[in-house]
């Protein structure tokens, strides 16, 4: 029988994802089978599982700290939004439909079972799972029908540990304020808390400690410092992305408002060699970058106006007519096209916008999502490429006749004639550390790269020691109820 914990947070982006990674490479590194849970997440920064379908990337991450291939039942629902009220439900690693939030209000009392039927198989097959929570349980005035927080604790008879984080400010009222207003089933469901992102002299805040655990009767389970190899780890979120100062190589980036799965940058930032500059709306694309990569989209049409309003299509132009480089991923990619037809209205209004126009090729929207992995090979080295792909849209036209990878046996991507430009489906390339040099190469930057996948395999070992000494991870797991 599997136990399991809960970490819920006193707020958005505490760090709970984070420390459910560590807590599940450390629980491993015990000699303990265990497996991520999120019941909801929302992100358009997904993962394709082995089992056909997608899920929060984060929950990827937390499947790779467990020793784990990531699967559908580690987040049953996850939320992509498309527009600032609407967003599309994804169940069990498929789409069911795009709603407002409204609307999804309603629905999502209805999708439980789905998400206590994912949580039953993991852990018929683990001895421990770790709970991650979504937001904060504060928010009662979305305690009806909840599946993210304390609704799933209460169904599934899990235990909660409260994290707090202390680099906002403000996590006494964070902390001892959510015990004031859960209502008494809720707040008993917490059994114990602990501060995350400490800057310093973590002995400055023993006081803080102790008042937070005579107002709330929890269990003080330790203050966690800042863990500076952060960074090292894959962003979930987008507002996580930032620009990471390097070597001489400059790669601009700009900030599209559905940016999707921008773990393609995650390698390149990795590299000494390589400076990603994320470009924030209202600013230029710089005039000396080395590439300009247009990354994912959740709604591709929307992020290309965006594109234009920027005056990036401007930057864009000049930039090639310079001789610099140009990649587009996936949504990117469909931009960089002459057109993008949307009859039936997928991302909007039915009709057909034009796209950049530095590629010949046309990308044509339509309701299936290819969602697979891809073994690829770059045609012009010879190397080998591990990645995925996860978009709607089919994208043809001359310039695919310079396709510049074979993935699965087949052509992807496309190429203009005086191969500056370049886009493709596959996400993840840049993992793939022999394609990752090529590239940087074709740059005109002949560096040594290390190794992305065992640099991030060190972080979580580093991340898992960081919480084994500053979190009583003894009394945490012992927390934990069968289920």
Not at 50 to 56: K, P, Q
Not at 68 to 76: A, E, F, G, Y
Not at 118 to 133: K, M, T
Not at 188 to 200: P, Q, T, V, W
């Amino acid at each position: 029988m599997a136990k399991a914990i809960m970490i819920q947070g006193a707020g958005s982006n505490v760090g709970k994802s984070m420390l459910v990674a560590g807590i599940a490479r450390a629980a491993r590194l015990r000699g303990l089978s265990v497996a991520p849970f999120k019941p909801q997440n929302m992100s358009n920064n997904a993962a394709v599982t082995v089992d056909g379908g997608e899920i929060g990337r984060a929950q990827a991450l937390q499947a790779m700290a467990a020793g784990l291939d990531p699967i559908t039942d580690m987040n049953p629902v996850l939320l992509k939004p498309e527009t600032d009220t609407g967003a599309q439900i994804i169940v069990q690693g498929k789409r069911v439909g795009t709603l407002r939030a409204r609307d999804y209000g309603k629905m999502k009392a209805t999708l439980m079972p789905a998400v206590l039927d994912s949580f039953g198989r993991l852990a018929a097959q683990h001895d421990l799972i770790l709970v991650e929570g979504a937001g904060s349980p504060a928010e009662v005035n979305l305690r009806a029908g909840d599946i993210a927080n304390m609704g799933f604790a209460s169904a599934a008879g899990v235990p909660v540990v409260l994290i707090g984080d202390i680099d906002r400010g403000g996590v006494i009222a964070q902390l001892v304020g959510t015990h004031a207003v859960l209502p008494d089933d809720d707040r008993a469901l917490i059994r114990a808390f602990a501060i995350n992102k400490f800057r310093g002299d973590t002995s400055l805040f023993d006081d803080g400690m102790t008042f937070i655990a005579e107002r709330t009767g929890w269990t003080p389970l330790g203050i966690v410092p800042w863990f500076d190899q952060a960074w090292r780890l894959p962003a979930e979120d987008v507002m996580d992305i930032v620009g990471r100062p390097g070597g001489p190589i400059k790669i601009a980036v700009p900030r599209l408002n559905r940016i999707a799965n921008f773990d393609d940058l995650d390698p390149l930032s990795a590299e000494p060699a390589v400076t990603v500059e994320i470009i924030e709306a209202g600013r230029p694309l710089p005039p000396d970058a080395d590439l300009v990569l247009i990354p994912g989209s959740k709604s591709t049409i929307a992020d290309l106006a965006h594109f234009r309003t920027q005056g990036w299509d401007i930057d864009l132009m000049a930039h090639v007519r310079r001789g610099g480089r140009v990649l587009g991923i996936c949504g990117g990619y469909q931009m960089l096209g002459q057109r993008i037809i949307d009859a039936d209205g997928i991302e909007g209004p039915p009709g057909e916008v034009p796209g950049l126009g530095l590629l010949d090729v046309v990308t044509e929207m339509g309701p299936h999502k290819r969602l697979t992995f891809s073994n690829a090979k770059h045609k012009a080295t010879g190397e080998d490429v591990v990645g995925y792909e996860i978009h709607i849209g089919q994208t043809e036209g001359p310039d695919r006749a310079r396709a510049w990878l074979e993935v699965d046996g087949r052509d992807e991507g496309a190429c203009s004639d005086n191969g500056l430009v370049r886009g493709c489906y596959l996400h993840g390339l840049f993992s793939s550390d022999g394609f990752r040099a090529a590239f940087l190469k074709e740059l005109g930057h002949d560096v040594p790269v290390q190794s992305y996948g065992s640099s991030v395999e060190a972080a979580l070992d580093a991340l898992a020691a960081h919480l084994e000494r500053h979190l009583d991870l003894d009394t945490l797991l012992a927390l934990a109820q069968d289920v």
